[in-house]
C-alpha cells in the first residue's frame, strides 16, 4: 500500500468553526508533513513530524493546530480560520528525516482537502 | 520561501513531441527531485537527483543538474496528453533544516 490518504476531500467552513483534516498512512513512514496550496503557487511547508514529534512549525499561524495520534494518523485542527485561508491543503509522508540515501527522501502526498472558509 | 525557478512557466506541445523544462535554485542543494501534480490533486515523485550526478534517467523522463549553475532541467521524450500536468522542481537545501522547498511550478499541456 502505497497510498496517502485525506479525509475529507472537500471542506467549506464558516470563519467560527472548528474542523479537523485528516490523513493516513501505512507504509511504516515515521515522517509526515502538511503543506498548504494555493491556486497556481507550489505546495508550501507548514509543519513536519518525525517520530510522532513536531520537528519544523514554518511559523504557522495558531489557528492551525497539528496532532499526530500515532505514526500513521497525522490531523490538522482548524479553528477561527480567514477566508485566505483557503486553500489546498497536502499531507505527505516519508520514511525518514534526515536519511540521504535517496529513498528517505522521496515523499508521498495525499490527494488533499480542498478548503474553502467563508 | 521558494527556492526553484521553473522555465518556462507554461508549454503546450503536440503528442509525440519533448517537453524540456528548466528549474534554477539559489543555495546549495543535497538533492533535487521532479514532481508531477495533476489539477487540483497531490503531487507524484518523478525523480531525485543528487548533487554528485549529473544526469539521471527514469523511462521517459531525463533529469540533468549543473551545480555550478545551479539548474536542472527535465526533459520528457515522446509526450502523451497524459503528461499533461504541472511540474514541480523542489530541492533539499545543503545544511539547512530537513524539508523540501518547491519551486513554482510548469504547467504542461499536451496536445492530442
Known amino acids: 500500500d502505497t497510498e496517502v490518504t485525506q479525509t475529507p476531500k472537500h471542506l467549506v467552513m464558516g470563519m467560527t468553526n472548528k474542523k479537523s483534516l485528516k490523513c493516513e498512512q501505512h507504509?511504516?513512514?515515521?515522517?509526515m508533513y502538511w503543506y498548504k496550496q494555493k491556486a497556481k503557487k507550489p505546495p508550501e511547508l507548514m509543519f513536519v513530524?518525525?517520530?510522532?514529534?513536531?520537528?519544523i512549525n514554518e511559523s504557522v499561524p495558531s489557528r492551525f493546530s497539528p496532532e499526530c495520534p500515532n505514526s500513521s494518523l497525522l490531523n490538522l485542527h482548524l479553528h477561527a480560520l480567514q477566508p485566505e485561508d483557503s486553500a489546498l491543503y497536502l499531507c505527505a509522508s516519508s520514511q525518514e528525516v534526515g536519511l540521504r540515501d535517496g529513498v528517505n527522501e522521496k515523499l508521498f502526498f495525499g490527494s488533499g482537502t480542498q478548503l474553502s472558509v467563508l | 520561501s521558494q527556492q526553484g525557478e521553473e522555465d518556462p512557466q507554461a508549454l503546450s506541445i503536440q503528442e509525440g513531441e519533448n517537453a524540456t523544462m528548466n528549474c534554477s535554485y539559489k543555495t546549495s542543494i543535497n538533492n533535487l527531485q521532479w514532481y508531477r501534480q495533476n489539477s487540483g490533486r497531490g503531487l507524484v515523485h518523478l525523480i531525485l537527483i543528487r548533487s554528485n550526478e549529473r544526469e539521471k534517467h527514469s523511462g521517459r523522463l531525463r533529469v540533468t543538474l549543473d551545480t555550478s549553475k545551479k539548474s536542472s532541467s527535465l526533459l520528457i521524450t515522446a509526450s502523451r496528453a497524459a503528461d499533461t500536468a504541472s511540474y514541480f522542481c523542489a530541492t533539499d537545501v545543503q545544511g539547512g533544516s530537513e524539508k523540501l522547498v518547491f519551486g513554482k511550478g510548469m504547467k504542461l499541456t499536451v496536445n492530442p
Open positions: 513530524y518525525s517520530y510522532e514529534k513536531l520537528s
Open positions: 507504509m511504516g513512514h515515521r515522517a
